[in-house]
């Protein structure tokens, strides 16, 4: 059964970078699937940030795109989210998730000074 | 973007009674006979859980009182016979174009 777990730091400064890992376990990272970031701000709805594929094609929303970075360490089995720039709207939980099936149990990240 | 509305925003259903959720896409989700819709159910403190995806496919493990149905762009989540622990929020969301998208959400309460 596959596991995932989002680690990183829950509060980063205005104006920082947000960087998040998603360790995987029972699944190899170099599976056919791709792996999803996702976010939820307090109390709302569910927004798709992207995912990669074991081989580095990525795909981001382009709401955010020029702020992203999705990347793949193959030799931890785990992927990573970079945010940039980030505001008082970036402020949510953060989840990371294999394709849309299974999810890990959340991060949540404060942009705060 | 593919916009994604769900109705109602909140249901309050009686225990053992059925509870139709709604959700309509801005345009089809339809591609090869498959309809690229997926929904979640989410309750406090955790992460979404998916209950069905391609529509209408239930996920293994999930009660057959969930069944999804609809094609195009007009989709439902039926849950029949209502128990206490179905009170949650749940979201339709369509992975048939990039940015995948999900819906506002339905609140589901016991009468």
Known sequence: ?113 | DIVMTQSPDSLAVSLGERATLNCKSSQSVLYNSKNYLAWFQQKPGHPPKLLIHWASTRRSGVPDRFSGSGSGTDFTLIISGLQAEDVAVYYCQQYYSIPYTFGQGTKLEIK
């Open chain 1, 1 to 113: 059964q596959v596991q995932l777990q989002e680690s990183g730091p829950g509060l980063v400064k205005p104006s920082g970078t947000l960087s998040l890992t998603c360790a995987v376990s029972g699944d190899s990272i170099s599976s056919h699937n791709w792996w999803n970031w996702v976010r939820q701000p307090p109390g709302k709805e569910l927004e798709w940030i992207g995912e990669i594929y074991h081989s580095g094609s990525t795909n981001y929303n382009p709401s955010l795109e020029s702020r992203v970075t999705i990347s793949v360490d193959k030799s931890k089995n785990q992927f990573s989210l970079k945010l940039t720039s980030v505001t008082a709207a970036d402020t949510a939980m953060y989840y990371c998730a294999r394709n849309h099936y299974d999810w890990g149990q959340g991060t949540l990240v404060t942009v705060s000074s």
